[in-house]
Nanobody, 128 residues
C-alpha cells in the first residue's frame, strides 16, 4: 500500500507562485511513477505533469509548459510541483497519483485513469 498526501495549495494572485508537495508513505516509493492531475469545477480531470520513478523523465501538459516544474526526492518520498506565473485557469483541486511500470507519456495521456493510488487533493485558487 502507498499513501499519498498533498499539501501546499491555497489562494494566490495571478502571476504568483505555489509549490505543491505530495508526501508518500508505505512501500517502495521509488517503484512508482507519480503524476499531478487537476480538476476544476464542472470540468473533467486532466493531467498536469508526470515524473518517472527515478525522476529521469518528465512530461507536461501544453498549458503548463514553461511555468510548472515537477521534481521528486526519493530519499524523502516526496514529489513537488513548482507552479509559477499562475493564471486564473489554473484554479482547481490538484491531486497526485501513483502507478508502477508506466511511461510518463502514457501516465499523462491517461488523465488519471487506471492509477493505483490517489491522494485526497489540495485546492489551488488563482484570483485577484
Amino acid at each position: 500500500q502507498l499513501q499519498l498526501v498533498e499539501s501546499g495549495g491555497g489562494l494566490v494572485q495571478p502571476g504568483g507562485s505555489l509549490r505543491l508537495s505530495c508526501a508518500a508513505s508505505g512501500i517502495s516509493f521509488d517503484y512508482y511513477a507519480i503524476g499531478w492531475f487537476r480538476q476544476a469545477p464542472g470540468k473533467e480531470r486532466e493531467a498536469v505533469s508526470c515524473i518517472s520513478s527515478r525522476g529521469t523523465q518528465t512530461n507536461y501538459a501544453e498549458s503548463v509548459k514553461g511555468r510548472f516544474t515537477i521534481s521528486r526526492n526519493n530519499a524523502n518520498d516526496t514529489v513537488f510541483l513548482q507552479m509559477n506565473s499562475l493564471r486564473p485557469e489554473d484554479t482547481a483541486v490538484y491531486y497526485c497519483a501513483a502507478k508502477g511500470i508506466i511511461t510518463v507519456q502514457a501516465m499523462c495521456r491517461s488523465h488519471g485513469a487506471g492509477m493505483e493510488y490517489w491522494g485526497k487533493g489540495t485546492l489551488v485558487t488563482v484570483s485577484s
